[in-house]
């Protein structure tokens, strides 16, 4: 059995340096010290050992677009940023939404290696929001889907959403939506605002967002079935989160958010570069600083990258047909470290919540977002939480390059990953 010894850590960043011993798969002993034996010593400088990251947004963009991304760099991007395990987004093509495609994505994610790659299943027939897809089937099939969503499309229609909602109770499966109610939003370009307005571009209303929610909550109570939403964007949509959650009969609700919405804001659009367009877009200070305080409180439960690279003639063009998405499985520590860390929103226990543990919950998932203690399994990452980096969009691991942080600072560097006890990324070098 193989032996990793990780030499100064800090738990959750509390408390003085202990080693942590890793022995096959599991975390075998935890103390000041320890004199063993080890085939690899990982000396860490007191670094923060935490449980890895489960992301529940990332578009890998295989089958179809791996001029983009595929199951392969993802997965790199993915042990570099220190997660061991992400949720593939169906939106594929062809659409994830039968077995075949799923099965596929999920072999090849295992033969990678890298993280644990699962794949979401579309909640409708091609994303057309029109007839519900083979859910049980999925569900049932080698990958055992369990969260299922049209992301980039909305499940728009009131009766499938409920439907879906219903059928995926009966297994004990999540909706994840995306929230959009399409008719506000024919055309839309950006955050309709005083920005928008001045460039000229058509907006995306923030109640275009908060609307489904709120109705999806409604059948999410009424229906007894699971529901996540995805990327929240607004104000509104953590105040009607917080207002659903007190109720006592609010059942299983859930929400994201993701990195750029924590940090960005649409005054970005001044220079019209594409690499800021985003699905839900870029909305105003005070819908960042909102979402902020939602993520600390519990209110939104967990970090989402919404990871989505896209081929350079699909984002170095015109801002109207440029596509919408960034990257965001490298740059997501950071910013969370930037944005909720540095200012006292979230301690260390904190980032393992919304990053780890929430997550896993969410999706199910028994061996992740586990405590870090003895006789748990080693999915784990390493953090250097004083370490500053600057991002460079082509140096990332992702095919596209177009991260909206690219130039930036970031605090918080991933020094190691570890899946099922065996390194993955250490020292910013993917270990196959
Ligand atoms: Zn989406």
């Known amino acids: 059995m193989s032996r990793l010894l990780l030499k100064d850590v800090r738990p959750y960043g509390e408390g003085d340096p202990v ?101 979401v299943g579309a909640v409708t027939v091609g994303l057309k ?38 059928y995926t109770k009966s297994f004990g499966g999540v909706v994840a939506q995306h929230a959009e109610e399409p008719r506000l939003t024919v055309g839309a370009q950006a955050h309709e ?4 307005a001045r460039l000229g571009l058509a907006g995306w209303p923030a109640p275009a967002e908060e609307a489904i929610v709120a ?25 009607i989160l917080r207002w659903w959650k007190s109720r006592k009969t609010a059942g299983a609700v859930s929400a994201e958010v993701t990195p750029h919405h924590l940090l960005l804001t ?38 989402a990258t919404d990871h989505a690279p896209h081929a350079a003639q699909d984002k170095d063009c015109e801002w109207a047909a440029a596509k919408p998405g960034m990257l965001g499985l490298q740059t997501a520590l950071g910013i969370v470290v930037r944005t909720m860390v540095r200012p006292g929103l979230l301690d260390w226990r904190g980032v393992a919540r919304v990053m780890s543990e929430r997550p896993a919950e969410i999706a199910g998932l028994a061996d992740q977002g586990r405590p870090v203690e003895v006789g748990e399994p080693a999915n784990l990452v390493l953090v250097d939480p004083d370490a500053e980096w600057t991002v460079r969009g082509a140096e990332l691991a992702s095919l596209g390059e177009n991260s909206p942080f690219d130039g930036m600072q970031l605090p918080g560097r991933v020094v190691a990953t570890l899946l099922r006890g065996r390194l993955t990324a250490h020292e910013g070098k993917v270990r196959r």
């Not at 050992?49 to 947004?57: A, E, K, R, S």
């Not at 990958?143 to 499938?160: K, M, Q, T």
């Not at 605002?193 to 928008?196: F, I, L, V």
């Not at 009424?222 to 104000?235: K, Q, R």
């Open 215 to 239: 109705r999806d909550c409604l059948l999410a109570g009424h229906t007894g079935g699971t529901l996540h939403i995805c990327h929240v964007s607004t104000s509104g949509t953590a105040d």
């Open 19 to 119: 080693d942590v011993l890793v022995e096959g798969e599991v975390i075998a002993e935890i103390g000041a010290n320890l004199q063993v034996d080890a085939d690899e010593i990982v000396h860490a400088g007191g670094s923060v050992l935490l449980p890895g990251f489960v992301d529940l947004h990332t578009h890998l963009r295989e089958p179809g677009r791996e001029d983009a991304e595929t199951v392969e760099t993802g997965s790199a991007a993915a042990a570099l940023g220190g997660y061991t395990a992400v949720f593939a987004m169906a939106n594929t093509d062809p659409v994830a939404d039968n077995a075949v495609i799923v099965e596929h994505v999920w072999r090849r994610g295992r033969e990678v290696g890298l993280v644990d790659v699962h794949p």
């Open 266 to 303: 649409d005054d970005r659009l001044e220079t019209y570069d594409p690499v800021n367009k985003v699905n839900p877009p870029l909305r105003t200070d005070a819908d960042v600083m909102a979402l902020r305080e939602a993520l600390a409180d519990g209110t939104v439960d967990c970090v």
């Open 129 to 166: 929001g029109e007839k519900l897809a083979e859910l049980g089937t999925m569900r049932r099939s080698a990958a055992e889907v369990r969260i299922f969503s049209d992301d980039g499309h909305c499940v728009h229609d009131p009766l499938i959403m409920r439907r879906a909602l219903e």
């Open 193 to 196: 605002g005083a920005n928008a």
